[in-house]
């Protein structure tokens, strides 16, 4: 590994703590790419003339964030970086394109149903009306990152599974011609089922990120209704908050 670290032993900031977060920093700017080694840990200690102990803690550190790896015989491998998606109206698979994470959908369902309650109150429809329910896996690098559930008023736009499995469910609305303009959205948090668990490669009961999201076109007409759940090991929402004046 060709990287410049170093730490401040001046520093109120825990030794252990200033390596993981150079190296985290590493791992999302690039520098340190996925399936990249890390040099052994006595190695990495001698450089920084730091402790093997200490050296463990970062690395532990970043292993229970899910960036890095422990594989026998191996060494310690860059798994990815976290996904940091801003709170803004784009699609996980633009933010993840953007991120250089390799997007990639599996259509699990695709189909027209009844609208119950909650979904038709979020899109506007008479509760029983048909909508188009969309059932995908979103995957970065190959590994599971969302469960996306998404509800759309049927004769919007060709729902093909093919082409929801080639690109975003936004940049489909935009293709038609659909102009999304706003959003209402909730983020949460819950465990995961076990049905939930194994499509994410997750242990039941895990962690998981939700998010509900209606979004309308620039006629204030809704236009989408989703109900997502994240891995909470490898995603996150990023918020600006603004003092009012």
Do not use: C, W
């Amino acid at each position: 590994m060709t990287l410049r670290l170093g730490v401040d032993r001046g520093s109120p900031v825990p030794l252990y703590f200033q390596l993981a977060q150079q190296l985290e920093s590493a791992i999302e700017r690039g520098a340190l790419t996925p399936g990249s080694l890390l040099g052994n840990e006595i190695e990495l200690a001698g450089r920084l003339g730091l402790s093997r102990p200490t050296v463990r803690q970062a690395i532990q550190s970043l292993v229970d964030k899910g960036l890095l790896v422990r594989r026998r015989g191996v060494g310690t491998q860059v798994v990815h970086s976290q996904v940091k998606r801003p709170l803004e109206l784009s699609s996980l698979y633009d933010d993840l394109e953007a991120a250089g994470q390799r997007p990639e959908t599996r259509v699990l369902r695709n189909t027209v149903e009844p609208a119950s309650a909650e979904v038709a109150a979020a899109l506007g429809v008479a509760e029983g009306d048909e909508v188009h329910r969309v059932e995908r896996l979103r995957l970065a690098h190959g590994e599971p990152m969302a469960y996306l559930t998404n509800h759309l008023p049927t004769g919007l736009l060709d729902l093909d599974t093919a082409r929801l499995e080639a690109t975003g469910l936004y940049r489909l609305m935009r293709a038609t011609g659909l102009t999304l303009h706003s959003a209402r959205q909730s983020v949460g948090a819950r465990a995961a089922t076990e049905e939930e668990a194994e499509r994410l490669a997750e242990p039941p009961g895990a962690p998981l990120l939700t998010m509900r999201r209606t979004t309308f076109d620039d006629t204030g007409r809704a236009v989408e209704f989703g109900a997502h759940v994240y891995r909470a090991s490898r995603y996150s929402f990023e918020f600006q908050l603004l003092v009012r004046p």
